[in-house]
């Protein structure tokens, strides 16, 4: 059974600070990692992907990837009130979204940017 | 990337009975999946549709309980049948585009 944890939260963090949102998962043949933001009441949204161990940048966000530890992790810095969303970890085979498999989902992280 | 659309937005139903939803993407696209979103819970994938083929589905997901029809490569339907209010969900269809995974707006329904 192919899992990804994350903690619910909520976590809380001040205006302007950096958020760290962090994600473990049990399958090690998984290839591809996503962190997707989903707001209430909406879908979820792709904000990043990574595939290799080390960090990606991606202006505010940066995803790190540490495979023999089986850890994701996202980092927003400055964060904004518009950044106060559910962020939802993912992992997939080699083909991410493709296959019978498709990608496994955390419960996500509920996070609250202060003002 | 791609643009996804789903009918109907929402929906309130009485058990026993059925809805179809359906599904519309702007561009071809070979793997369609169908997710669930009960309250509070992450994504869990129903099943897997491809043109031209059987839908795939998941531990614990039956065709007889959710029928898929995938006829083109822009569109496919997810039928919930003879629903009871544990069926109440969100309902995502999503696409695979370059090996990313891109979600519709979901359909919120509610079973009474």
């Known amino acids: 059974q192919k899992e990804v944890e ?7 963090v001040p205006e302007g600070a950096i958020a760290s949102l962090n994600c473990t998962y ?5 290839q591809s990692f996503f962190w997707y933001r989903q707001y209430s009441g909406k879908s979820p949204e ?4 990574i595939y290799s161990n080390g ?3 991606d202006g505010r966000f940066t995803a790190q990837l540490n495979k023999a530890s089986q850890y994701v992790s996202l980092l927003i810095r400055d964060s904004q009130p518009s950044d106060s969303a559910t962020y939802l970890c993912a992992a997939g085979n080699m083909y991410s979204g493709g296959g019978a498999d498709g990608l496994t989902f955390g419960k996500g992280t509920h996070l609250i940017i202060q003002p | 990337s791609a643009v996804i659309s789903q009918k109907p937005s929402r929906d309130i139903c009485q058990r026993g009975t059925s809805l179809t939803i359906q599904c519309q993407v702007d561009s071809q696209v070979t793997m369609m999946f169908w997710y669930r979103q009960q309250p509070g819970q992450s994504l869990t994938l129903i ?18 309980k959710f029928p898929i029809s995938r006829p083109n490569l822009t569109f496919s339907t997810l039928t919930v049948s003879n629903m009871s209010p544990e069926d109440s969900s969100i309902y995502l269809c999503s696409v695979d585009t370059g090996g990313i995974l891109y979600f519709g707006p979901g359909t919120r329904l509610l079973v009474l």
């Open chain 1, 46 to 49: 792709l904000i990043m992907s």
């Open chain 2, 47 to 64: 099943a897997t549709a491809n043109q031209g083929s059987e839908a795939t589905y998941e531990s614990g997901f039956v065709i007889d």
């Open chain 1, 26 to 30: 049990s399958d090690r043949v998984s």
């Open chain 1, 6 to 12: 994350q903690n619910s939260g909520p976590l809380s």
């Open chain 1, 55 to 57: 960090d990606k940048e």
